[in-house]
């Protein structure tokens, strides 16, 4: 009677830590594409960030406010297109940028006076995971602060 017990106790131990196993492995993978989606929002608003201090005027001031604009990487920088560009084949990394105003005590406000030389960055990466399409976003600003 002894040793069906113990046999018993130590199949369920047993069974307890195979399943524990399989559902951190199960979160741990579909935790990945959440982690490298994070780190292409990341990537996305350093890549603007690059582009204005590259020059204001020829890579920031002329993109519309109504545009969805992506990244490309030709091997040595990155540059806008309106061509879906994914990342790995997975990702959809898309960038709009929006006018920025400021209110009366230059603190950037929804009314106000328009800043020409700030604008919002929102960074946007859509993937699919399990049975949905998964989008997450971040926003920056960013300023001319090179004048340039």
């Not at 049975?131 to 300023?143: L, V």
Request: hydrophobic share 40%; net charge neutral; glycine share 6%.
């Amino acid at each position: 009677m002894e040793i069906i017990l113990g046999a018993s106790i130590l199949t369920v131990g047993i069974l307890a830590l195979i399943i524990s196993y399989t559902t951190y492995v199960k979160f741990a993978l579909s935790n990945q594409k959440n982690v490298q989606a994070a780190y292409l929002l990341e990537e996305g608003i350093e890549a603007v960030t690059i582009l204005r201090d590259k020059g204001w005027t020829a890579n920031i001031a002329t993109l519309s406010t109504t545009t969805t604009y992506y990244l490309s990487w030709n091997g040595s920088h990155f540059a806008t297109t309106t061509t879906a560009q994914y990342v790995d084949g997975q990702f959809l990394r898309s960038v709009g940028i929006s006018d920025v105003k400021r209110d009366g005590s230059d603190r950037i406000a929804t009314a106000g006076t328009w800043d020409p030389n700030t604008k919002k960055i929102t960074a946007t990466v859509s993937y699919f995971q399990g049975h949905a399409t998964t989008t997450k976003s971040i926003a920056s600003y960013i300023s001319n602060i090179y004048s340039n």
